[in-house]
């Protein structure tokens, strides 16, 4: 990897921390105001219920006044019904003595009910002093955990702006105001290749593009998102990894008409891929260098079909999954394409990784087992 590209995703975890300190900090006080919020309903719902008692108490005096005005009435009309003349007069009287004992009854009867509210309005003040109470140590408690909390991270964002500026200083000015505008507006500047694509904006590079960035011999830009692209084999195989884990690996056909194989020495060439192909008879052998894809000598033509043609190549080599028309390979000209090479070395993975797994199990379980070939 590019050194810029290291101090890029440097500087990019660098801009990520403060970032997140920043919003952190700026977090704190908004969660103190909620609880400050809350408890000010809590005391709005306290004065509201201690008010309630003073109406209700206000209503109690109001009323006793009310039945101690009636019962003076009625004592004044029992002592007027002593002078009355005529019957009229005293039925009269009797009558008012009678609507105003009703109405004393009615207004205790007011009485009585606020009695039995005053109990639920206790119970209701209680809760809500209860209630203030705690929040109250809460926002006390939180506040002094916002102001630790915001000081120490006030202190980090410090460390990391520090750090920052340092590595600002490691990334060539272009790049860096690249870089910068990018994160402005899409909240990165760099993105890695997984997959031939831009983790980015997940967009499929061009193979050009995608070749640029795998050599890491400079920097590459997305075409469509403007990061700075890097790319990491050991994410890549990762990625790939899970596949071949979960999956049992898809195996070649013995008798398929075109074979891959994989060699670990090939003469001068090194480490190959082969591909043996019959038609109309005869069999055909194309060797790959298996690093750059590159056709190495010529396309060698035998009699016969390739097992009996090239049997010194298919021993010991590992048989790989791989079927490109003979069209296709015509176009390929002198070097096969990175999805074509990409894809045979996923394969070579897969089997090398399901080898490993084979040989690991016979040793640990050492019963004899089923004669299976990983290669052939
Ligand atoms: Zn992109």
Not at 199 to 221: A, F
Request: aromatic share 6%.
């Amino acid at each position: 990897m590019l050194l810029e590209i290291e101090n890029l995703l440097r500087l990019q975890d660098a801009d990520k921390e403060i970032r997140r300190l920043q919003d952190e900090i700026a977090e704190l006080p908004k969660r103190v105001a909620a609880i400050e919020h809350k408890l000010a309903d809590t005391k709005a719902g306290l004065e509201k219920a201690q008010a309630a008692i003073k109406t209700d108490e206000a209503a109690r005096r109001k009323y006793d006044t009310a039945i101690t005005d009636l019962r003076s009435k009625i004592s004044k009309y029992r002592d007027q019904s002593l002078d009355v003349k005529t019957n009229e007069q005293y039925k009269a009287l009797l009558h008012e003595i009678q609507f105003a004992e009703k109405e004393i009854a009615a207004t205790e009867d007011k009485i009585l009910e606020l009695m039995l509210n005053a109990d639920t309005r206790d119970k209701e003040v209680k809760a809500a002093q209860a209630e203030l109470k705690e929040e109250t140590a809460e926002i006390e408690k939180e506040k002094a955990d916002a102001r630790e909390r915001t000081a120490e991270d006030q202190k980090q964002l410090a460390e990391w702006r520090a750090k920052r500026d340092q590595m600002r200083a490691g990334v060539n000015e272009d790049l860096l105001r690249h870089y910068e505008r990018v994160s402005k507006f899409r909240g990165s500047g760099i993105a890695e290749v997984l997959d031939h694509k831009c983790m980015g904006c997940q967009v499929m590079l061009r193979p050009q593009t995608y070749n640029d960035v795998r050599t890491g011999q400079q920097t590459v830009l997305c075409d469509s998102c403007q990061r700075v692209l890097y790319f990491n084999p050991a994410h890549e195989m990762q990625a790939l990894e899970p596949e071949h884990k979960r999956a049992r690996r898809h195996h070649p056909k013995i008798d398929a008409p075109q074979a891959w194989y994989y060699r670990q020495e090939f003469g001068e060439a090194g480490e190959v891929f082969l591909c043996l192909a019959n038609a109309g008879g005869q069999a055909s052998r194309r060797v790959f260098d298996m690093h750059t894809g590159r056709l190495v000598g010529d396309i060698l033509i035998r009699e016969g079909d390739y097992r009996h043609a090239f049997p010194e190549d298919i021993t010991g080599a590992i048989r790989l999954n791989g079927s490109w028309t003979e069209h296709e390979m015509e176009n390929w000209g002198t070097e096969m394409p990175m999805t074509a090479l990409d894809s045979l070395h996923v394969d070579l993975e897969a089997a090398q990784y399901e080898m490993k797994s084979r040989a690991s199990a016979k040793s640990e379980t050492p019963a004899p087992a089923s004669p299976q070939h990983a290669a052939s």
